[in-house]
């Protein structure tokens, strides 16, 4: 079983960063392709970044767009999604997911097919 456990959230101004970490379990890890979700109170969930196996292939969100940027260090098992110029409309309880279908080379941003994921972690951001 993986295991997925973000960190990094907090309170943060407007205009402020965050680099959001998810630590996975599991030697599979570098096979997996890897998602970060978001969810506002009484709002659907969100697609924000996923990123393919190898690290090579990205994609991003409309809101994410051009602020944030995600990562991975299959080393360490962990994967990251960098924050800037955050706005409040970006407060929401983050979540990673690893996709665990068996070709990992392609991202998605539905998140039916990600099997895997964390228990999220809360960002607010203040005006």
């Known amino acids: 079983q993986v295991q997925l456990v973000e960190s990094g959230g907090g309170l943060v101004q407007a205009g402020g960063s965050l680099r959001l970490s998810c630590a996975a379990s599991g030697r599979t890890f570098s096979r997996f392709a890897m998602g970060w979700f978001r969810q506002a109170p009484g709002k659907e969930r969100e697609f924000v970044a996923a990123i393919n196996w190898s690290g090579g292939g990205t994609g991003y969100g409309d809101s994410a767009k051009g602020r944030f940027t995600i990562s991975r260090d299959n080393g360490k098992n962990t994967v990251y999604l960098q924050m800037n110029s955050l706005k409040p409309e970006d407060t929401a309880v983050y979540y990673c997911?690893?996709?665990?279908?068996?070709?990992?080379?392609?991202?998605?941003?539905?998140?039916?097919?990600?099997?895997?994921w964390g228990r999220g972690t809360q960002v607010t951001v203040s005006s």
């Open positions: 997911a690893a996709d665990g279908s068996l070709d990992g080379s392609r991202w998605t941003q539905v998140s039916v097919t990600y099997d895997y």
